[in-house]
């Protein structure tokens, strides 16, 4: 990859957006006739060339099952996996290595910690905290570890800017709130919520934090130390990375604790006809032949994010959406559904009179990729007395000049739907 140089002129870092999207050839397409706009990175982004020829290296190169083989390809592969868990660690500013397990993604990582610390330590009258603004994802595994153990899920509610309303998450908290589980930053709102205070709260409480940060990690500096999570949840395909692979981090103590997930290969130490004994951190939580390509290559898109830095990445985003916000509000009869103050660059919004689904469809004729419905959230979109939103999510590779074209899209549709 070209290194990419960021202009560093006192408070400001400009990058050169020109140079970056030259790396991520899916962009330089026709789609419906018109150059692709692609404002769906919420849902996934875009992968740049350093993991796609990370991928195809992998399978030309260095290709074996992990961990267990003594032959050179094997133990390319075992040194290419666990150098993404390194990568990783340093990512996310985990203690130790083993406190990072991969899984498929965020979905499996709470899946995980619901069937493993939860079936482990949450009884009957038990209380779990999720918040209004959750993914189903981070709602339906505790309402399943509810089900099965007569646990009870509580929601803390949040303000019409679509914020925590942390007065309120206090309340909720007592000596039977055994976990909270909230999302770092909303996938539907693009709200960011203090997940410091959040844990700080809970831990007054003795209770566990989980933080969903499927959303986070592609745009703010993680820090799982700094905050305090005792777990964490990452997917490589919202950051750059391929499907498929992603995360949990959780506190070294705690994953010990816990017991395993899954039985299979790899996580253990011994079997025998009667039983088994567990293998040690990491290996415990994964059971079974890894994705291990996708692994490999998910070092390469942090690695990318690295170069760029979070700092450039974010100033970027915000100023893109500082720029689509006060375009879109300029339309009529357009409502922004999410205005926290601190936010990412997701732009939710209805436009009145107008189903969501007629206004994706006909922007998609148009070339320009947005995402409509209930983004995973229909709690929230109940909760805020709509079917869903319309949700244009920028990554660092887009530009002003796309967002005008959406703008000119919007008031194109506009015009023949309302
Ligand atoms: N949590 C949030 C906030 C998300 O946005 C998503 C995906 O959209 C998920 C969880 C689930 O992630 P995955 O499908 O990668 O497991």
């Given at each position: ?28 397409q ?47 592969a075992?040194?290419?996996f ?13 203690k ?7 899984t498929?993604?965020?979905?499996e990582?709470i ?27 981070n709602?339906v ?6 089900a ?42 693009g ?43 990452l ?15 959780g506190?070294?103590?705690?994953l ?17 006809y ?36 979070k700092?450039a ?13 006060k ?16 936010k ?5 919004f209805?436009m ?6 007629d ?29 869903g939103?319309s ?7 887009n ?19 309302r």
């Amino acid at each position: 990859m070209e290194a990419i140089k960021i202009k560093n002129i006192t408070k400001e870092i400009k990058l050169d957006i020109n140079k970056i999207r030259k790396d991520f050839p899916i962009l330089h397409q026709d789609v419906n006739g018109k150059s692709l706009v692609y404002f769906d990175n919420a849902a996934t982004t875009q992968k740049p060339l350093v993991v796609i020829n990370g991928l195809d290296d992998y399978y030309k190169g260095i290709n074996a099952n992990i961990h267990r083989g003594i032959h050179t390809l094997a133990e390319r592969a075992t040194a290419s996996f666990e150098a993404t868990r390194d990568s990783l660690k340093t990512f996310i500013n985990a203690k130790h290595r083993e406190e990072v397990i991969f899984t498929r993604g965020t979905t499996e990582s709470i899946n995980l910690v619901a069937a493993t610390f939860g079936r482990q330590n949450i009884k009957a009258g038990d209380e779990i905290l999720i918040s209004s603004m959750e993914h189903h994802s981070n709602i339906v595994p505790w309402h399943m570890l509810a089900a099965e153990k007569g646990a009870v899920v509580k929601i803390i509610p949040i303000n019409e800017q679509g914020e925590i309303i942390l007065e309120e998450y206090e309340k909720l908290l007592s000596s039977k709130t055994k976990l909270v589980a909230v999302v770092h930053v909303s996938n539907a709102l693009g709200t960011i919520n203090p997940v410091k205070t959040i844990i700080e709260l809970a831990h007054k409480h003795g209770a566990k934090v989980l933080i969903d940060g499927a959303q986070s990690s592609s745009h703010l500096d993680i820090d799982v130390q700094a905050i305090g999570a005792d777990f964490f949840a990452l997917s490589g395909h919202k950051m750059y990375g391929p499907t498929g692979i992603g995360i949990l981090y959780g506190k070294k103590e705690l994953l010990e604790a816990m017991p395993p997930y899954q039985g299979g290969g790899e996580m253990i130490g011994e079997v025998t006809y009667t039983g088994f004994t567990v293998n040690e951190l990491p290996y415990k939580f994964e059971a079974g032949t890894p994705n291990i390509a996708d692994a490999v290559a998910l070092k390469y898109a942090i690695e990318y994010i690295q170069s760029i830095g979070k700092a450039a990445i974010r100033k970027h985003e915000n100023d893109l959406l500082s720029y689509a916000t006060k375009s879109i509000s300029q339309l009529e009869g357009i409502r922004l559904i999410g205005t926290a103050k601190e936010k990412v660059s997701i732009l939710s919004f209805v436009m009145e009179g107008v189903h969501h689904q007629d206004l994706g469809i006909l922007l998609d004729q148009n070339g320009i990729a947005i995402r409509t419905g209930h983004h995973c959230t229909q709690p929230l979109m109940n909760r805020l007395g709509i079917s869903g939103t319309s949700r244009a999510s920028f990554a660092l590779y887009n530009t002003t000049e796309e967002i005008d074209i959406f703008i000119e899209g919007m008031k194109k549709a506009s015009k023949m739907l309302r």
